[in-house]
């Protein structure tokens, strides 16, 4: 239990205190009321005595009495009612509330501190009154009157007279059977006559012979005369004397508005304006008859000055004005008005007169009396009890259970039996502090009520002899709680008097307190408060005081109970509010919320929140309600669906009432739904249009497409591309790509631009964390704007314009938002900035409300009587969310590593800045599929949608190879498709027949293809008419597509770049991104090689004829549809070879490839003639057509070339890419390039093809090309990039690297390919071997040189067979002459050795044996080129 101002060995004293009655004059009556007083509210403050009194007990022994008091009241001679005194006590508890400011204990247990109110001063209050105000019984004499006072005044006419009326009026109430209250302690009653002597108006000679009078008649113990009223009222105003009565008063008269609002009445009366909101938790139906007729008429205490208007003239009838006069009276009134510090110490004197010479003579007297009947009584009937019991029951009474009792409380003693006589004289004695003899005498008695089974006089005795050994001085027994148990049960199951089972709990839990048995004491308080103990009110605000004090036990032990604490001040919360009690039961409710806060209780933690809430709402403490429903809704609450409404409809209710208070305050910020602040996102500009029939827009940016950062990479860089072109080779410092969407992973350090009159558009992630849906109605941004001039010129004055100028600044008004049950969900809200300046986005701005009807359990069902996209919202408010990012987190300096520092996240702050051209980019007939290498025209076409007229307009793209805008001149790009039969993407010219295996050549520069010496072939400009396009103006362009090499999908970027015409200082360019995505399926795959021819003559007579190897096969799967492929040209490009002529053998005109077929091709290349190659800059190249159909494709011009020459040019860019190789020696590095380049050759082969498909039972003609790019003689080459097989493991050595530097040697192959060799002789050889034995063939080799610098060359004609094989295949054979030649060669030079052959036998002979050793003549390595690739040159010898 809670500490209390009193300790129990004074509380109890207090709380059982002689009883005195006083009977008034009126009269004497209206002196007192001068004061606003009755006569026995004017002694209340004095009823304690400041002296120790002394009288002696029956064995004559002097008794000590200690701060003795008494208590006077006025007699009433009916009991009070229940209703009264139930209205009392709930007035009481209401009216006593913690102290405003008042400092809280801080107690720690275990890892909670709480704030506990140390003391329950309501608590005190109740139970003073609870005692006070209990009604006299006939099983106990403790507050039965002793004595009488009999008041009149001096004043009256005939006042002696007046004293016997009173005695008379006193005899017939106390002995006329009419009246059963109030009750008496022993039948002659001391009688004390006091005379009331008004100072300030009375005769005060006439006032002392009055006394003599009396005081002859009545004798000097008994008389006394007072005199009060030593001023009159008006002059109170001059000095201030103290108001002792106040304190006491107060709590009898709380009927004063306040108390009244907090009690149940006024909320019955008004509980039905929001009955659908608020049950009163279980209160309405439990006052049903209002106020009981008695209250008003009656005073609710037993003594009369409860209400100081009631006072007696005459016994039975009661003067008594209404309780709303009452309330009137109370308010502002001085009581003691009249009366002196003297007349003070007057009372006081009287009262100690009256308690030395009237009361406690009598009561000593009384106690003799008492102690004499029973001493007689036990000679007497002693003896003859004792030996009936023994003749009839043996010699021992068992003690019986009370569970085996009969229900005897039924039975009464008349008054005169000796039993009570003994309890009379306990009950004395405990009055006046004689706790032995009290306890002694309790013994006694409640041994005799437990043999006469009368249980209710067993449990009073009980009760009273367990209180008597506790007070008993130098405690000689132990306290006996197993009495008080005993007490409390027959009480309570036997007598069914709850009123006196309570009055055991409090004074046996304050005792078990007071011996620290906290456990005890809860368990005992916790035993009286279950619910169907108690019916009715009184029972709830029972129950809650003393589950509040059980709590305050649990709190207070050795190691104090939290949870248990807590639990049962929600208990006692609960009960309080079943109470009316609603400050209290909030008050509970708060203490128990510091034990269960952040714990992980969510539903308890739910309850009590949106029990303060509704208790707060009631209270009229409309922001604690707001907050505590907030708790409810903000955490991740683990109600059910139809809690969570009702809470958040709770809620909306509230916020409401809070809102209507204060219409024009600032809009409260709404709790729900939960905003993702980092999740925001910004676009700026116009929302994509969308695909128009054959018109596709480009994709460029929105907020649909998800983040990627390899891609957002990739932008950046065909940007930094694009502006370092611009800006000839630099990126500008200053340079920072344009952001059109921001968001978390966008860098937003800085201030981002967005342009007047194009939309801003703002996406906000919402989720709903409740089982119900949420309905935002009306949301739209919330913004600040401020207005500027980045010309220069700054506004000096700036003006700040909040949400609600549309001139500056347009909002896009939602007008509903509906998120169903935890669901998380974008909504993109727009601005539309009308001037330039800097805008701040501060949050959004919405009335948060929830569908009226049900939604299914998953959200997905329709709701009931709602019209589509209409929602019916029963209730909503208006508020605002603020969208605060924190910045990403800094790391770059110690110190910003050392702490937490975020940097800025300037996205929701975007400067306005001024008009610039917007470009939108449409594309027509824009394939989505294509063959690998097929050629597709489409158109595109550029509009200017701004008021701006841009220029400069370029695209960048990663893919340059995969389209073309055609040729810088207008001759090499075909007009339109019509022109050209079946509508050909190509320049095409018809031919002759004959002209079919013969080359047709022409020439063209790369440059006119805009790919020139060190340009960025990825930028290409676009070539705009005037290269200015108009605001509104909208231009075609065609543009060729070649579907890439490698089936699969692929994804193009494109990055069109543009300027504005005039210059602007905030964004110099901008951009617009497209990504194609084209699915290619697989068509032809073509390899080539190349071969020296071995035949050396020529037209020129020079040597360097080729021969080029091209093998086609079919691997096209059919499920593009197509039937078959037709080879119809192919051409080469090259600086310095042509293919001169088709030497296939096959006459098969038409190359027709089905499905998986394989043709082979082979073609005569010859070298150009000096003057083609040399006369135009090296960037000029040769083009030679052949042609297998009747339509010549004109290779040179676009788009043949176009891509020819952007396959090419990243195809060196691949290569470059490769890491080259460390310099080594010069002199050797030169050599080993001479060799090199011997082998090299640079020719490139194009394709072109037809592809014949069917589809929807219409043929197509698709067409293409592949180019192959010959590098190197004998090696194959590919037109699409083989994959890399992943080399094998290996396992690791360690090696100590010798010599880093690398092996210079040149391959087998370049130095086979140094000098070209070759033999010439007769095929067959005709010898008569009878007429001479050896045949000499005459045999000439002949020696190319294919490099461009000197060589020596070694020819060794010395047999050296590799192999007895070859020797057993073709023989042997010798060479004549010299077996060793030395020669030099000049660039390029061909030399012939006459050589002879010698042969004896016939047969078959290779003639290829001669080795020659080559190298180059400034060198010293000689190097052996191999002849072992050639063909065997084989002769065959016959006899003739």
């Known amino acids: 239990m809670a500490q209390c101002v009193q300790s129990v060995q004074e509380l109890i004293p207090d709380s059982f205190v002689p009883c005195v009655a006083a009977l008034c004059s009126d009269e004497a009556e209206r002196l007192t009321r001068r004061n606003h007083l009755s006569f026995a509210e004017l002694l209340k403050p004095f009823s304690r005595l400041t002296s120790e009194v002394h009288m002696r007990d029956p064995n004559n022994q002097l008794h000590i009495i200690k701060n003795l008091k008494i208590a006077v009241s006025n007699i009433i001679t009916q009991p009070p009612q229940p209703g009264a005194i139930r209205k009392l006590l709930n007035d009481v508890v209401s009216a006593s509330q913690p102290a405003e400011g008042l400092v809280a204990n801080v107690i720690t247990a275990g890892d909670y501190d709480l704030n506990i109110s140390a003391t329950t001063p309501w608590f005190e209050s109740y139970r003073e009154t609870f005692l006070q105000s209990m009604p006299a019984s006939d099983h106990e004499f403790l507050n039965h009157y002793l004595a009488c006072m009999l008041v009149a005044s001096s004043s009256e006419a005939e006042p002696v007279e007046q004293f016997s009326k009173l005695s008379q009026e006193q005899h017939r109430i106390q002995h006329n059977s009419d009246y059963s209250y109030p009750k008496w302690f022993i039948p002659n009653t001391l009688k004390y006559y006091v005379l009331l002597h008004d100072v300030s108006a009375g005769d005060e000679q006439r006032a002392d012979s009055v006394y003599e009078e009396m005081k002859q008649k009545y004798g000097t113990q008994c008389c006394y005369l007072l005199k009060i009223n030593s001023r009159t009222s008006n002059r109170a105003s001059d000095e201030q004397i103290p108001d ?192 032995d003899l009290a306890y002694s005498c309790y013994h006694t008695a409640k041994k005799d009520f437990l043999n006469d089974q009368a249980m209710l006089y067993a449990a009073g005795a009980l009760e009273m002899a367990a209180v008597s050994a506790f007070l008993q001085p130098g405690a000689p027994r132990p306290y006996p709680a197993h009495y008080m148990d005993t007490a409390i049960q027959t009480y309570r199951d036997i007598c069914k008097n709850m009123v006196l089972a309570e009055r055991c709990v409090l004074l046996s839990a304050e005792i078990l307190k007071s011996q620290s048995k906290y456990s005890e004491a809860a368990a005992l308080l916790i035993r009286l408060t279950s619910e169907n103990t108690w019916k009715g009110m009184d029972s709830d605000l029972r129950s809650a005081l003393l589950l509040e004090q059980a709590a305050h036990c649990f709190i207070n032990m050795k190691s104090p109970m939290v949870r248990k604490y807590a639990f049962h001040m929600i208990l006692a919360g609960h009960r309080f509010s079943k109470a009316g009690q609603k400050k209290h039961a909030l008050r509970c409710y708060c203490q128990a919320m510091q034990v269960y806060k952040g714990k992980g209780w969510s539903l308890a933690e739910d309850h009590i929140n949106f029990t303060i809430g509704r208790q707060s709402y009631t209270l009229r403490q409309l922001d604690n309600a707001v907050s505590a429903f907030r708790h409810i809704l903000i955490n991740e609450s683990k109600q059910s669906a139809p809690q969570q409404g009702a809470f958040l409809r709770e809620y909306l209710y509230v916020y409401k009432n809070v809102s209507q208070l204060s219409p024009d305050g600032p809009l409260p910020q709404l709790p729900l739904p939960y905003i993702n602040s980092s999740a925001t996102r910004l676009f700026f500009g116009h929302d994509r249009r969308p695909a128009d029939g054959e018109k596709q827009a480009a994709t460029h940016i929105s907020l649909d497409q998800e983040y990627d950062s390899e891609s957002s990479q990739q932008w950046r860089e065909l940007e930094e591309q694009v502006v370092a072109v611009v800006n000839k080779g630099v990126i500008p410092s200053n340079f920072h790509p344009i952001q059109y969407c921001l968001n978390s992973y966008s860098d937003n350090s800085r201030f981002p631009l967005a342009v007047v009159e194009e939309p801003i558009t703002v996406e906000v992630a919402f989720r709903n964390p409740l089982k119900v849906p949420l309905l935002l109605t009306d ?80 959200g997905i069902g329709a709701l009931p009587g709602c019209h589509t996209g209409k929602y019916s919202s029963s209730m909503s408010v208006r508020g605002r969310q603020d969208l605060e990012i924190q910045g990403p987190r800094l790391n770059n300096t110690k110190e910003e590593k050392t702490s937490i520092k975020y940097g800025p996240d300037r996205r929701l702050d975007p400067i306005i800045t001024e008009e610039m051209p917007l470009l939108e980019v449409f594309f027509i007939h824009f394939p989505t599929g294509l063959l690998c290498g097929e050629i597709r025209k489409a158109y595109v076409e550029f509009v200017n949608v701004s008021k701006c007229p841009l220029t400069g307009l370029k695209v960048v793209s990663k893919r340059p190879e995969f389209f073309t805008f055609g040729g810088n001149t207008a001759v090499l790009t075909p007009l339109s498709p019509s022109a050209s039969e079946n509508c050909s993407a190509y320049k095409t010219v018809v031919t002759e027949s004959t002209s079919m295996c013969t080359a047709l050549i022409s020439s063209a520069s790369s440059l006119d293809f805009g790919i020139g010496i060190g340009s960025q072939p990825e930028v290409i400009p676009v070539p705009l008419p005037d290269t200015v396009l108009l605001p509104g103006a909208s231009v075609q362009l065609p543009m060729w597509l070649r579907g890439p090499d490698e089936e699969g999908v692929h994804e193009i970027n494109f990055l069109f770049y543009y300027e504005s015409v005039k210059k602007q200082p905030k964004i110099r360019h901008r951009i617009l991104r497209h990504t194609a995505v084209i699915c290619t399926s697989r068509s032809l795959n073509v390899r080539a090689t190349v071969c020296r021819s071995n035949s050396l003559e020529d037209e020129e007579g020079r040597g360097g004829n080729m021969l080029v190897f ?49 043709g082979k091709f082979c073609f005569k290349a010859v070298r150009c003639k000096e003057k083609e190659a040399v006369t135009q800059s090296s960037e000029k190249y040769t083009f030679a057509d052949i042609i297998f159909g009747n339509e010549q494709i004109v290779s040179s011009a676009s788009p043949c070339a176009d891509f020819f020459h952007r396959s090419l040019s990243s195809e060196l860019k691949k290569s470059r890419a490769q890491p080259s190789v460390h310099k080594v020696k010069q002199s050797l590095e030169d050599a080993v390039r001479v060799i090199q380049k011997c082998s090299e050759v640079d020719l490139n082969i194009v394709i072109l093809w037809k592809a014949y498909v069917v589809e929807d039972s219409k043929q197509l003609i698709l067409e293409g090309q592949h180019h192959v790019i010959l590098h190197t003689i004998g090696k194959e080459a590919f037109s699409y990039p083989q994959k890399q097989e992943p080399p094998e493991m290996e396992l690791l050595k360690f090696v100590r690297p010798e010599n880093t530097t690398v092996s210079s040697r040149p391959s087998v192959e370049q130095l086979s390919s140094l000098i070209k060799t070759s033999l010439h002789y007769p095929e067959s050889f005709n010898h008569p071997f009878h007429q001479k034995s050896l045949c000499f063939v005459p045999v000439t080799l002949l020696l190319s040189n294919c490099s461009k610098a000197d060589v020596d060359v070694i020819v060794d004609l010395r047999h050296k067979t590799t192999s007895p094989e070859a020797l057993e295949i073709h023989g042997s054979f010798t060479w004549l002459g010299q077996t060793q030649y030395k020669l030099q060669l000049k660039s390029q030079e061909i030399h012939s050795l006459q050589l002879k052959a010698c042969f004896v036998h016939t047969g078959v002979y290779n003639l290829g044996t001669p080795r020659v050793f080559a190298k180059l003549s400034d060198q010293v390595t000689v190097f052996e080129t191999n002849q072992q690739n050639s063909m065997p040159a084989l002769i065959i010898i016959n006899n003739v």
């Open 779 to 858: 949301l739209s941004l919330l913004w600040k704007f401020q207005p500027k001039d980045f010309s220069g010129m700054d506004n000096e004055e700036v003006k700040e314009l909040v949400t609600g100028e549309p001139k500056m600044i347009g909002t896009e008004v939602v007008s509903e938002f509906l998120i169903n049950s935890e669901e998380s969900k974008v909504a993109r809200l727009k601005l539309f900035p009308h001037h330039i300046g800097e805008l701040h986005i501060l949050g959004v701005v919405y009335n948060l409300g929830t569908i009226q009807g049900s939604v299914t359990v998953d």
């Open 244 to 435: 002792p009565w106040s304190q006491y008063l107060q709590k009898n008269s709380i009927q004063n508005q306040e108390s009244y609002e907090d009690g149940p009445y006024a909320i019955t009366a008004n509980k039905n304006s929001d009955s659908n909101l608020f049950s009163l938790d279980g209160l309405d139906n439990e006052v049903k008859d209002g106020l009981p007729n008695n209250f008003r008429t009656h005073s609710l205490q037993l003594d009369q000055s409860s209400d100081p208007s009631n006072s007696f003239d005459g016994p039975d009838h009661v003067k008594s004005s209404s309780s709303h006069e009452t309330k009137k009276t109370n308010t502002g009134i001085i009581h003691g008005a009249c009366l002196t510090l003297t007349d003070h110490d007057r009372i006081r004197q009287f009262i100690q007169e009256f308690t030395f010479r009237g009361l406690l003579p009598h009561i000593e007297k009384t106690i003799r009396q008492l102690n004499d009947q029973l001493i007689s009584r036990k000679g007497l009937s002693r003896s003859l009890f004792s030996a009936t019991k023994k003749w009839f029951s043996g010699s021992k009474v068992p003690e019986k259970s009370i569970n085996e009792l009969k229900n005897t409380s039924g039975l009464l003693y008349p008054p005169e039996a000796p039993e009570l006589q003994i309890r009379k004289m306990a009950d004395l004695c405990f009055l006046v502090q004689h706790y």
């Open 1110 to 1158: 091209v093998d086609v096969e079919n691997i096209n799967t059919s499920e593009a549809g197509v039937k078959e492929f037709h080879i119809v040209q192919v051409s080469s490009s090259s600086k310095h070879w042509k293919l001169q002529k088709s030497v296939n053998l096959s006459e098969n005109k038409d190359a027709k490839l089905a499905s998986r077929e394989k």
